[in-house]
């Protein structure tokens, strides 16, 4: 009973810590899109909306049936959006471009948190787009709602409403459980690696190509990548990613931004 009673409690912290991961994604993208500081905190769940409700549903493709659900009144979602597009002068803010901008920060947010997740996992983790929906739907588990609040510069706030698929804990539990019961990491010899030259790459993303296909390429071919442009791209040593980052031009030439760095654990780990 107690070993019940202990799972429950680490997959509870866990679950929180993904809700937190989210808040903090979500401020990055508000940031991002605004130019200004944005607040965002996890609150109690707010009351569900009585009239017309806006949510937007994401999936994780390595969980099947595992969702993220964020969720609150039409009317925030649309003033949320014309807080977005304030500076931008060639898009009309109205409802449908309002509600599109609201889509668009919630995809920065999640595929932050995505990047997140395959860190700590250790696999690639992939999220697709979300979906606008008018209710929530009946199939999502909402025994234990978050809030989360956004609060912009002029000190305006937005109450929404958060439901984390218990899949995404299970899974985040298992994989923390199989690092902590992993082989210590040898480092007395890593002092010897430290004047040998290793090969930097970044890599912005993946396909997979028929060889048909491959054939075919020329001059101008376009190759669609497994990765969305809003997501940070690998900075790889020696084959071993260790760290993520956005692209960024410096001088007329292009570089990369570090946003994470894998931990000395988990990149030392690969050297074994």
Same mark, same amino acid.
């Given at each position: 009973?107690?070993?019940? &009673?202990?799972?429950?409690? $680490? ?5 929180e810590r993904i809700e937190q991961? +989210? ?17 965002? #905190? %996890? ?8 009239? !017309?409700?806006?949510?937007?549903? !994401?999936? =994780? ?5 595992? /969702?993220? +659900? ?20 060639? &898009? ?13 920060? &919630? ?19 992939? /999220? ?17 709602? $978050? ?15 958060? =439901? ?10 298992a994989a923390e459980k199989d !690092? ?15 004047? /040998? ?6 890599? =912005? ?12 390429? $020329? ?7 497994? #990765?969305?442009? !809003? ?9 071993t990613v260790i760290a993520r ?15 994470? &760095?894998?931990?000395?654990?988990? %990149?030392? #780990?690969? +050297?074994?």
């Amino acid at each position: 009973m107690h070993g019940s &009673i202990q799972s429950v409690n $680490t997959a509870a912290a866990v679950l929180e810590r993904i809700e937190q991961m +989210l808040a903090d994604a979500l401020a990055g993208a508000l940031c991002g899109m605004t130019g200004e500081s944005v607040q965002v #905190r %996890r609150v109690a769940a707010p009351d569900l909306p009585a009239g !017309s409700s806006a949510w937007f549903l !994401s999936e =994780f493709s390595e969980f099947p049936g595992a /969702v993220l +659900l964020l969720g609150g009144a039409r009317d925030l979602w649309l003033s949320t959006g014309r807080k977005l597009l304030a500076g931008t002068s060639a &898009i009309e803010a109205n409802d449908e471009t309002a509600l599109s901008a609201a889509r668009e920060m &919630i995809a920065k947010a999640v595929n932050t948190l995505a990047s997140v997740l395959s860190g700590k996992l250790k696999r690639e983790i992939a /999220v697709r787009p979300p979906r606008q929906l008018t209710s929530a739907p009946e199939s999502v588990s909402r025994d234990a709602p $978050t809030g989360l609040e956004i609060e912009f510069r002029d000190e305006t706030r937005v109450a929404l409403h958060l =439901f984390v698929d218990p899949k995404l804990a299970a899974a985040m539990c298992a994989a923390e459980k199989d !690092s902590a019961s992993g082989v210590p990491v040898n480092t007395k010899n890593l002092d010897l690696l430290l004047d /040998v030259e290793m090969p930097v790459s970044v890599s =912005f993303g993946r396909a997979q190509l028929p060889l048909k296909h491959l054939i075919k390429l $020329t001059t101008g071919s376009i190759v669609e990548l497994g #990765r969305s442009v !809003s997501e940070p791209v690998d900075v790889i040593v020696n084959n071993t990613v260790i760290a993520r980052g956005e692209v960024v031009v410096v001088g007329g030439n292009f570089g990369v931004r570090i946003k994470e &760095i894998l931990s000395k654990q988990d %990149r030392l #780990r690969t +050297l074994t």
